[in-house]
């Protein structure tokens, strides 16, 4: 949105070659709009009041607006504004790839379609997708429109306007800019540039497209507000989380075919790189835009195909579903990787990271739960689940020494063990958290197809070819998956942890302070992190993260192990003292697992994760862009461990924690359809349905009591 002031003919104004007087910076999170107010003192002495407000509409998905307003404070004279369009813009918000190719737009042409109106359209580099842009600017007075002299300067990636008019002394004037963008990818179009131009002169004013924009987050508002009346600083951070999780993840992604970039849409790491992270950010929408869930569920399924490709070119069946996946699906991980400590590029296995596929499996089944959306459960759901465990049937093997199956040659979500130390294999044995979840995959999927109805299960097993022996397979590995111990009853990592080295953590914090990220201090000193026992984040203990410990401890005992609460502290505090933290999740996960043994410790942990982008606690990487898994996990971690959200047998429970820093505590929820508002009174659980025209109905539990509440109704459960 390029915009520049120039008075009386001089240079444009910049902050480089004006004396600042005052200056204020702010973000309205309630409605995502950028405000800025300055007063500066030209070199002439000329001294004046610039104004602005921008944002992109939450109302139109191909609108944007800008909004000067210049006062003349101790001057009279002329002034031009110059209004651009530029498609010569180069990616370089990353420090470390810069080296790297920045630049990622073909120009095409710009054109002038009426007086107050340029355009441009643009190609990209690689996949050629045409983008679009039409500015409309005007100046507006006391009286209305004024009339101004507008010059032009085109080139093919460039184009601007001049707009000249004379400004007395006291007197403020509005410049409007608004934008409308198209991409070739976008529906009912003929082409982006004729729609950007046709949309852009159909536009109101700045005011009118201000009024939709906030009405439309006012609604969204609605539906995700949490409320903690107690503590001003947590209820900020929660709503600055979800402004952002909101913005990647709105109303208009349910009808792209986008997935969930872990760096959301504000930052150029991982080049947009879609991960694991909605693993953390699903459940926080599944309870209030589950539309938008389903939406980014239909990209995985999209690429399908791709994962199939993936796990046959492997050497597996069933679909595997890539670590790093962008635009058509196929493994986007990078093989060398720059540690910035060295300055040398390393090799890269995490693309091993086959857990990727467990978290797919994993949220389109909590989808389902949160939703009852049988639809997409009896066509695109259940396809992808059987695909997925099918993907770890193949990978697991027999071992007929411990008559248990086995997985080797993955990565868990640690990811500072690659491989063994001094092998030249990539990949580890048994990494417990992986073989947990094929377990409970496994058993899932087993029950699924009993649970489809016998014409959608004849039709599906016919057209992906499922047979009777593969589903065989999965119950036996439900009952038979292999998990490592460790001698005094902590869940091993992975199999041979135990024969790894310990790590002097004080001396390396004594010498280096952050060492969030040792894998690249150890690298930097010539040194293999996987010989040392150390994580970077929550791993094994991840798992008492994503189950409860009675869902836990019926994996555990179908598998013939004991589980007993004390495995939960035992594993937890071994594992706490050998993580680094070196990604923000980790935060989220400990502070979810605390809060079943340790409500100070979690809360701490919970302040942790909620300051961490705002407060760039990893030291830069926030202005690489946010971290949508932390974000969306805080909001999640509320609901899911301080509230105690569980969904068994169709009925949504709480079992609320004692947490005094939430007294009060009031958010909505959709679950299975219907909104309902809980709200954290003194000794109760009050949860109220909206009105509902279809007059549905939920059946929510708080400990033993258990009741159904129908549209327009409320219901106070005591604790």
Not at 463 to 469: G, P, T
Not at 559 to 574: D, F, M, N
Not at 669 to 685: P, Y
Request: aromatic letters at 10%.
């Amino acid at each position: 949105l390029v915009l520049k002031l120039r008075i009386g003919g001089d240079e444009p104004i910049t902050l480089k070659n004006v004396e600042l007087l005052s200056y204020r910076h702010e973000v309205d999170f309630r409605n995502a709009t950028v405000i800025r107010r300055l007063r500066f003192r030209d070199r002439r002495g000329r001294e004046t009041t610039l104004s602005s407000k921008r944002f992109v509409s939450m109302a139109d998905m191909h609108q944007a607006a800008l909004k000067w307003t210049i006062t003349a404070e101790n001057w009279s004279g002329p002034v031009e504004v110059i209004s651009a369009l530029d498609a010569r813009v180069i990616n370089q918000g990353v420090a470390r790839y810069r080296e790297l190719e920045g630049r990622h737009l073909h120009p095409v042409e710009s054109r002038t379609p009426c007086p107050d109106t340029i355009s441009l359209i643009a190609q990209t580099r690689q996949s050629r997708i045409y983008v679009a842009e039409a500015v409309r600017t005007r100046v507006y007075g006391d009286t209305g429109e004024l009339d101004v002299r507008r010059g032009l300067y085109r080139m093919e990636d460039y184009a601007h306007q001049t707009l000249g008019f004379d400004l007395q002394q006291g007197q403020s004037i509005h410049v409007e800019k608004l934008v409308s963008f198209y991409t070739s990818h976008d529906q009912a179009i003929n082409e982006p540039l004729a729609n950007a131009e046709k949309a852009v002169g159909r536009f109101g004013t700045f005011d009118e497209a201000f009024d939709r924009h906030q009405h439309a987050w006012d609604e969204l508002w609605d539906d995700c507000d949490i409320l903690v009346p107690n503590d001003d600083r947590v209820q900020f951070l929660l709503r600055f989380h979800a402004s952002h999780v909101l913005q990647t993840c709105s109303p208009h992604t349910a009808d792209l075919d986008v997935g969930v970039p872990a760096r959301g849409l504000n930052g150029e790491a991982y080049r947009g790189h879609i991960f694991w992270d909605e693993l953390y950010v699903y459940p926080f929408l599944n309870f209030r835009l589950p539309k938008i869930t389903r939406g980014l569920l239909m990209y995985r399924y999209r690429r399908l195909d791709e994962a199939r490709t993936l796990a046959h070119e492997a050497g597996y069946r069933g679909a595997m579903y890539p670590w790093q996946s962008g635009s058509d699906g196929k493994e986007e991980t990078q093989i060398v990787h720059l540690n910035p400590r060295s300055g040398l590029w390393e090799p890269d296995l995490s693309q091993n990271q086959r857990h990727v596929s467990a978290a797919i499996f994993y949220n389109i089944w909590h989808y389902i739960q949160a939703t009852g959306d049988t639809d997409f459960l009896l066509g695109q759901g259940a396809e992808m689940m059987m695909e997925i465990a099918r993907f770890w049937s193949s990978l697991a093997h027999f071992n007929p020494q411990r008559d248990r199956y086995e997985i080797h040659g993955v990565m868990g979500p640690d990811e500072f063990h690659e491989k063994y130390p001094d092998s030249d294999e990539p990949g580890l044995h048994n990494n417990a958290y992986t073989n947990v979840m094929v377990a409970w995959i496994s058993d899932v999927a087993g029950k699924l197809l009993d649970m489809l109805p016998e014409r959608r299960r004849r039709s599906l097993c016919e057209r992906i070819d499922i047979s009777d022996q593969e589903v065989e397979t999965w119950k036996l590995m439900s009952h038979k998956m292999y998990v490592p111990f460790h001698a005094d009853g902590v869940i091993s990592q992975f199999e041979g942890w135990e024969n790894l080295e310990e790590l002097d953590w004080d001396a390396y914090r004594q010498e280096y302070g952050n060492i969030q990220r040792l894998d690249r201090i150890l690298r930097a000193e010539g040194k293999e992190p996987d010989r040392y026992k150390l994580s970077k984040q929550a791993d094994t203990v991840l798992l008492f993260y994503l189950f409860r410990q009675d869902e836990l401890k019926q994996i555990f005992e179908r598998l013939g192990y004991s589980y007993t609460p004390e495995i939960l502290r035992k594993t937890v505090a071994y594992y706490d003292a050998r993580t680094s933290h070196g990604s923000t999740l980790s935060f989220v996960a400990y502070a979810g697992i605390f809060s079943e043994t340790d409500l100070t410790t979690s809360w701490e942990r919970y302040m942790v994760a909620l300051e961490s982008d705002v407060g760039d606690v990893q030291g830069g990487t926030t202005a690489e862009g946010i971290h949508m898994g932390v974000m969306s996990g805080t909001l999640d971690l509320v609901q899911r461990s301080y509230v105690g959200e569980v969904i068994r047998d169709g009925v949504l429970y709480f079992n609320p924690k004692a947490m005094g820093h939430l007294r009060g505590l009031t958010f909505p929820m959709r679950f299975r359809g219907l909104l309902i508002k809980v709200t954290f009174e003194d000794g109760r659980v009050r949860v109220s349905a909206e009105v509902d025209s279809l007059n549905r109905s939920v059946k929510v539990g708080v400990g033993d009591q258990v009741r159904e509440i129908r549209s327009g109704e409320s219901y106070a459960f005591d604790l």
